[in-house]
């Protein structure tokens, strides 16, 4: 089976042991198999985009030994793509407008959804109040089980009705939101193969649900540990995670590698980025990787 896979980092500070960890497991997990692996540029939150970040994280990934297939695919240049999804999902109503403020939807939310946010009442489902034009779009979610395995998380499953609720494809502020983003592109880019951090794996079941309204292929999941700070907080710039270009890159994957249950020969570190790339491929296994969302680490 043809196998493409994707590293898809949002620009939003420096490359960190956080991102390292995804882009080093997508990467091996293609290159073992002999497939493709691919750049996004997970830019569609302008809000957020750091500037100059997306650069300086293509160089810190060059500078680690990486090397991808085709061009970097750009998410800001795709709005166009986003919108013609979101557009299908209307006119096969699927996707409504929704007119309620951020107020409104914390005065009516009764529970929380699976990410801790509020889950939406549903308000709008059969149509705004009149004269309140819609301020987001959200997918109608179904009241019924999306599960996938996952070969390092086990089964997971959700009912995105009770877990979930009608997400938000078309941010109020104009945006277009990440899960639309990710699943249109993944179908776009043809990837066969998804594997990332275990912070999404929430997301993953609606990523699912998207992709069967809109007729997609569903690409294989996998989920690696996250590495987390000694409060149990996900490394992030949040958090106070260091810049990945503070350490020699070899020390940096070798590192990586360790984090993933690899077991690299200590004096890795210290060898040059090639080295460590000819030892990772030849003794990548899949199984040894933890299985677990989160693992602690000292930085
Ligand atoms: N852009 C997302 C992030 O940096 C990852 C998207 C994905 O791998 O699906 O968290």
Aim: aromatic share 8%; net charge positive; with cysteine.
């Amino acid at each position: 089976m043809p196998y493409r896979g994707r590293f898809a980092p949002s620009p939003t500070g420096e490359l960190h042991f956080g991102s390292l960890l995804a882009a080093l497991a997508s990467c091996l997990e293609a290159r073992s198999r002999g497939g493709e692996w691919l750049v996004r540029m997970e830019d569609v939150d302008a809000p957020r985009v750091v500037a100059g970040a997306a650069g300086s994280m293509l160089a810190c990934l060059e500078a680690h030994g990486f090397v991808w297939d085709g061009e970097t695919l750009w998410q800001s240049r795709r709005l166009d793509a986003y919108r013609a999804a979101l557009d299908e999902l209307r006119a096969r109503g699927l996707a409504y407008g929704c007119a309620c403020s951020r107020k409104e939807i914390a005065m009516s939310a009764k529970t929380r959804a699976i990410d801790g946010g509020l889950l939406y009442s549903g308000k709008c489902r059969h149509g705004t109040p009149s004269g309140r034009p819609p301020r987001a779009w959200r997918l109608r979610v179904e009241n019924a089980d999306i599960a996938f395995d996952d070969p390092i998380q086990g089964r997971v499953s959700q009912n995105l009705a009770r877990d979930v609720g009608d997400f938000v494809l078309l941010r109020a502020d104009g945006q277009f939101a990440y899960q639309l983003a990710v699943v249109v592109d993944d179908a776009f880019q043809g990837i066969t193969h998804v594997a990332r951090g275990a912070d999404l794996l929430d997301s993953t079941p609606r990523q699912i649900y998207l992709q069967r309204c809109l007729g997609y292929a569903a690409p294989d999941y996998l989920h690696v540990p996250v590495a987390t700070n000694m409060a149990g907080e996900k490394l992030s710039k949040q958090t106070g995670a260091k810049a990945l270009n503070l350490n020699p890159p070899a020390a940096n994957l070798t590192r990586a590698l360790g984090f993933l249950g690899q077991c690299p020969p200590q004096e890795l570190a210290r060898a040059s980025v090639g080295a460590v790339w000819e030892w990772a491929l030849e003794n990548w296994k899949r199984e040894a990787i933890p299985r677990c969302r989160g693992l602690r680490t000292e930085d």
